[in-house]
């Protein structure tokens, strides 16, 4: 059974279509990578996986749900967004327990499953300070924890390293290669960075505007780009 699958869907914006017809099975488990230039409508089908942009037309499915219709609570998949998204006023420990309290938790549960997220992601140092504290490989991993505590089925990321410096956007690129080792969760993450997506992607999903241009391994794409587009896109010599 795919974890998500895209039937077609579209997006309008009023008379403007920007996501033209998206097929799509991502496998439980798979690292998939939306890439492609700016406005070619990456954040637009994350966002309508999330259930954050309604879907024009088309099917949405999660496991063997028609989400399509559902909001983005019942949906059971995580957005990461970027770490500036942190509570200022609150520590680590709260920021990442933040959803469970939301959701009721009893506090004896929250606490385990901080404790657990803290232990994935090394936090356990950091865990009384607040998110101004922290450094901002720090400030990534505490979003991130924010977003593990809920069990979700899949993690959705929007380029959440782009606004770290190049010696960060290294490092953390390695810490989500090894999450995505810990956890073995479904995760789709939108880059506009090819070495990103070529490093981290199970799957490429190459999109120009609005359509999918190329599905394939890094490998895949590398070797037998299906256009010129990919080709220059991916970086092949072709
Ligand atoms: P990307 O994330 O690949 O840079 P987006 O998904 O943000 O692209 O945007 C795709 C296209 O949809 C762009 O042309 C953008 O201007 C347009 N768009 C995005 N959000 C809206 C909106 N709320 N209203 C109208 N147009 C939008
Ligand atoms: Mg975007």
Redesign the pocket.
């Known amino acids: 059974m795919s974890s998500i699958a895209l039937r077609n869907v579209e997006?309008w914006?009023?008379n403007?279509q920007?996501?033209k017809g998206v097929d799509l099975e991502i496998a439980e488990g798979e690292f998939v990578i939306?890439v492609?230039?700016?406005?070619?409508?990456?954040?637009?089908?994350?966002?309508m996986i999330a259930g954050l942009?309604e879907t024009s037309r088309g099917q949405i499915m999660i496991g063997d749900r028609d989400a399509t219709a559902e909001p983005p609570s019942k949906r059971g998949l995580a957005m990461v967004f970027q770490s500036y998204a942190l509570y200022p006023h609150m520590s680590v420990r709260d920021n990442v327990g933040f959803p469970l309290k939301s959701a009721g938790l009893p506090a004896a549960e929250i606490a385990e499953k901080v404790d657990e997220a803290a232990r994935v992601l090394k936090l356990d140092a950091y865990m009384d300070r607040r998110p101004k504290d922290l450094s901002g490989g720090q400030r990534q991993r505490v979003a991130i924890g924010r977003s593990i505590v809920r069990d979700p089925t899949a993690f959705l990321f929007?380029?959440p390293l782009s606004n770290l410096d190049a010696a960060l956007r290294v490092e953390m690129r390695y810490e989500i290669a090894k999450l995505h080792q810990t956890l073995k969760s479904t995760m789709i993450y939108?880059t506009?960075d090819q070495v990103e997506a070529m490093t981290l992607a199970d799957r490429i999903v190459v999109?120009e505007g609005?359509r999918i241009a190329q599905v394939g391994s890094p490998r895949e794409l590398y070797e037998s780009p299906a256009n010129l587009f990919v080709a220059q896109f991916i970086g092949s010599p072709r």
Request: glycine share 20%; net charge neutral; aromatic share 8%.
């Open positions: 997006k914006f009023g403007i920007v996501i939306f492609g230039p700016s406005g070619c409508g990456k954040s637009t089908l994350l966002r942009e929007d380029e939108v506009h999109l609005g």
